[in-house]
């Protein structure tokens, strides 16, 4: 059974900085994708940052140069480092695990919540 555990979350004050962890397990992680997405009250979820089991990465240009998503296939866990955080990065962030081949398999986390505001 596949389990995707997020955490990390909180309220920070504008240019503050988060460190956000999934956990996954039930996995042959290596196979796998990872992203982080993130959605706001009243608005569609997005893609912040994704990372292929190679290592290749790709961010939102709203992040770009602020967050860095890795992955710790020691730790079967996908990590991500927000640093310079706005309030408009207030949402609740997803973890997301997407097989790289067979694409039906796909997870989620139940998400963490991330605030920033003064």
């Known amino acids: 059974q596949v389990q995707l555990v997020e955490s990390g979350g909180g309220l920070v004050q504008p240019g503050g900085a988060l460190r956000l962890s999934c956990t996954t397990s039930?996995?042959?992680?290596?196979?796998?994708?990872m992203a982080w997405y993130r959605q706001a009250p009243g608005k569609q979820r997005e893609l912040v940052a994704g990372i292929t089991s190679g290592g290749i990465t790709n961010y939102a240009d709203s992040v770009k140069g602020r967050f860095t998503i890795s992955r710790d296939n020691a730790k079967n866990a996908v990590n991500l480092q927000m640093n310079s955080l706005k309030p408009e990065d207030t949402a609740v962030y997803y973890c997301?695990?997407?097989?790289?081949?067979?694409?039906?398999?796909?997870?989620w986390g139940q998400g963490t919540q991330v605030t920033v505001s003064s």
């Open positions: 997301n695990a997407k097989h790289t081949i067979s694409r039906l398999r796909e997870y």
């Open positions: 039930g996995t042959i992680f290596s196979f796998y994708a």
